[in-house]
């Protein structure tokens, strides 16, 4: 490698870390309502199943739109769309600070996951244009962190929150929003991120419902949220009242559960580096999210090791949507419908999270915690169907299985 090469690679890191950054403050975007969920259920005089939608409404528009955003982010051009984003969650967040009743903090939080959706599906293709050839690998598997990075550092602030407020912390939020969408805009280049052209928005459409692999890939998303979401969204609420410990205590001890899933992310990275097969991954990561998430809720299981299976849960939670951001190019009915394809993905992940929280707070709200049993006991036909179909697509498509 020549010395300008490595010049260029220097250069282009920060960058990539300022992108990643992006995604790391939208993640806490999602993770600020579990964390505030008991402050805002006081404040508003909210049952647990309304208060839950606090979590899944933020999937709302992701779960209806996620396919046609990745249509628009492909062609307004990824600076743009992340840019914007951040501004739309930024305005989000402030406007939830002066709510006064469940509708309008809700709404707030329908527009936070509009501009969620758009930064997580620009964001990927921003760092493919920012980057070298060279280090766009290692930077598109460094992305994948942003979200227990995220909701690790959210949950770390238990503190701050209860300094100043739930409203208090939502502008503080708003505020790091807008100002790190002028820092985006401010170091990444333009010119380096200009869209390209394409074909009709229904001729893409059509050819990208028309494949399998988007489907496959959304729906796994689907699963992987519905499990992951109906654990975390709970999980300081839960150990509050099984373990014992304060609000505060229990954020701190959800943070380092959260960020078991950023290690798993590392892991799974290396290992896919090293041949190991993408099914064989999903397999033991779903696997162990069902069995740890089913004794998680199980009422014969102690305070301590409902911990530890969080922990167990978390880690190999980290190594699905590595895989799925890993398979998008490949599943892609062609190259320049990878944005489209994320954002069906995405849909997924936002109707798994739009299911989730919702449906286990029904349960719990009616027949306790070790209700929400039943629902990780019923997503495992369903990860058996779709494992099987991701295999058999895998293989049609001679794509290697690492």
Not at 250 to 272: D, E, F, H, K
Request: aromatic share 8%; hydrophobic share 60%.
């Amino acid at each position: 490698m020549s010395v300008a090469s490595k010049a260029l690679d220097r250069m282009a890191w920060p960058v990539v870390a300022l992108i990643i950054g992006a995604g790391v403050i939208s993640a806490c975007q999602l993770g600020k309502a579990p964390l505030a969920l008991q402050a805002v259920q006081q404040e508003l005089q909210l049952g647990l199943g309304t208060a839950s939608w606090l979590i899944s409404a933020f999937a709302v528009i992701g779960a209806v739109l996620g396919a046609p955003i990745g249509l628009t982010v492909d062609r307004i051009g990824v600076r743009r769309t992340a840019i914007l984003s951040l501004l739309v969650m930024g305005t989000g967040s402030a406007l939830g600070a002066l709510s006064n009743d469940a509708t309008s903090l809700l709404a707030t939080r329908v527009l936070e996951g509009l501009g969620f959706l758009g930064l997580v599906v620009a964001a990927p293709a921003l760092i493919a244009a920012v980057a070298p050839e060279r280090i766009r690998d290692r930077a598109m598997a460094l992305w994948a962190i942003f979200m227990p990075t995220g909701l690790m550092l959210v949950l770390l602030a238990a503190p701050l929150l209860n300094t100043i407020t739930w409203r208090g912390f939502w502008l503080l939020n708003a505020a790091v929003l807008i100002s790190y969408a002028a820092l985006l805009g401010w170091v990444v280049p333009s010119s380096q991120c200009a869209s390209s052209k394409h074909s009709s928005i229904l001729k893409d459409i059509k050819q990208t419902t028309a494949a399998p692999g988007p489907w496959v890939l959304g729906a796994l998303f689907a699963l992987f949220s519905t499990l992951f979401f109906a654990v975390f969204g709970f999980l300081p609420s839960l150990l509050t009242e099984r373990l014992g410990v304060s609000d505060e205590a229990a954020s701190m001890l959800s943070a380092v559960a959260v960020a078991a899933s950023g290690v798993g992310n590392i892991v799974c990275g290396l290992l896919l580096a090293r041949g190991v097969e993408s099914i064989r991954l999903l397999y033991g990561s779903f696997g162990t999210m069902l069995i740890c998430g089913g004794g998680v809720f199980s009422a014969v299981v102690p305070g301590p090791g409902i911990y530890a299976l969080c922990l167990v849960f978390t880690f190999a939670s980290g190594f699905v949507p590595v895989v799925i951001f890993k398979r998008a190019a490949h599943f892609a009915p062609h190259n320049a419908l990878v944005g489209t394809t994320l954002g069906f993905a995405m849909q997924g992940n936002n109707i798994g999270l739009l299911i989730g929280p919702a449906v286990a707070g029904v349960l719990v709200a009616a027949f306790g915690w070790s209700a929400v049993s039943i629902l990780v006991v019923a997503c495992a036909p369903v990860a058996a169907l779709l494992l099987n179909v991701f295999r058999k697509l895998q293989a049609k498509r001679g794509v290697q299985m690492c």
